[in-house]
């Protein structure tokens, strides 16, 4: 038995017992977009909802099922297919970061891919669910043979010696984090401008206010196109819900909500696809206009 039927049997495996996640696909054109789970988080629901208005919060979380202890979030890498080139958005958290993520390599193993089959990693920001798993068990980038690309100052935050000190004692650790993951790239990197075609038919959106320098990517092949967001809308419930309201999840809370909307327009004026990194059942989806705000609605619901 090789190493791949080895990972396919452990993978039915983990199905067999109902750990297998959510994978959704769509076609962008001639292309394939496909989400990959890396597990999910387990965070306190004050990350979120400690500067919001709490008895309006309580009608939102009871609607959607939530408590507002404790979410634990999936976490959806997007995976673009154009034939030519096998891009993924972000890494994932390595092993180091929650004992619920970290298994982007099993999910890509069930798709009959190996980490040395990405020929691209586009980086949405600098986040420890989306770039701790730079690294392999040798301290080496794990997608080998991928070019890494990320936006300028988003790398130029995160590379500022200053930022472990500026950004606050509770994301100090993330500071650091990131720079010892970027150290490992710092040759290699491709740095990219908001609007710049960053690979044939993958286009960055700034999104900044999550963190300084976010982006989103907007894919075009045909008349098709969808948003890779990122954290840029962070989740299925407040997000769309009240997208003008603060998140403790944002570095910048009121440039993220003017994002968020600038984001919405876009999306429900052209009807595109998204992926939400932290967005439910695969992370895939559409997005309808409500009374009050806006609705996820997952691929295939
Ligand atoms: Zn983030």
Redesign the pocket.
């Known amino acids: 038995m090789d190493r791949r039927s080895f990972l396919m049997r452990s993978g039915m495996a983990a199905g067999c017992l109902g750990l297998s996640p959510v994978i959704a696909q769509a076609q962008v054109g001639q292309a394939t977009l496909t989400t990959v789970s890396d597990g999910s988080l387990t965070l306190p629901g004050s990350f979120i909802f400690e500067p919001m208005p709490q008895d309006a919060l309580q009608p939102i979380l009871a609607k959607y099922g939530l408590s507002d202890a404790q979410l634990t979030p999936e976490c959806n890498l997007a995976l673009y297919r154009d034939g030519e080139r096998t891009v993924l958005f972000d890494v994932g958290s390595g092993p180091d970061f929650m004992p619920t993520a970290g298994m982007v390599t099993d999910s890509l193993d069930a798709l009959g891919l190996t980490p040395e089959d990405i020929t691209h990693v586009l980086f949405t920001?600098a986040?420890p669910?989306?770039i701790w798993g730079l690294l392999d068990d040798f301290d080496e980038p794990l997608f080998a043979d991928a070019t890494y690309m990320m936006g300028r100052a988003e790398w130029d935050y995160w590379w500022n010696p200053e930022t472990v000190d500026t950004i606050g004692e509770a994301r100090a650790a993330f500071a650091v984090g990131a720079k010892r993951r970027m150290e490992v790239i710092e040759d290699s990197v491709e740095l990219f401008d908001d609007g710049q075609e960053v690979l044939p038919g993958i286009a960055a959106v700034a999104t900044h206010g999550?963190?300084p320098g976010h982006m989103s990517f907007e894919l075009r092949n045909g008349s098709d196109a969808a948003l890779i967001l990122?954290?840029a809308i962070?989740n299925h419930h407040v997000a769309f819900h009240k997208p003008d309201w603060i998140s403790g999840?944002d570095q910048d809370g009121g440039m993220a909500a003017k994002t968020r909307a600038m984001l919405f327009d876009r999306i429900t004026s052209e009807r595109m696809q998204i992926v939400g990194f932290h967005l439910p059942q695969g992370g895939m989806g559409r997005v309808d206009r409500t009374s009050e705000g806006y609705v996820f609605v997952p691929e295939g619901a």
């Open positions: 920001h986040h669910d989306h999550h963190t990122g954290d962070g999840s």
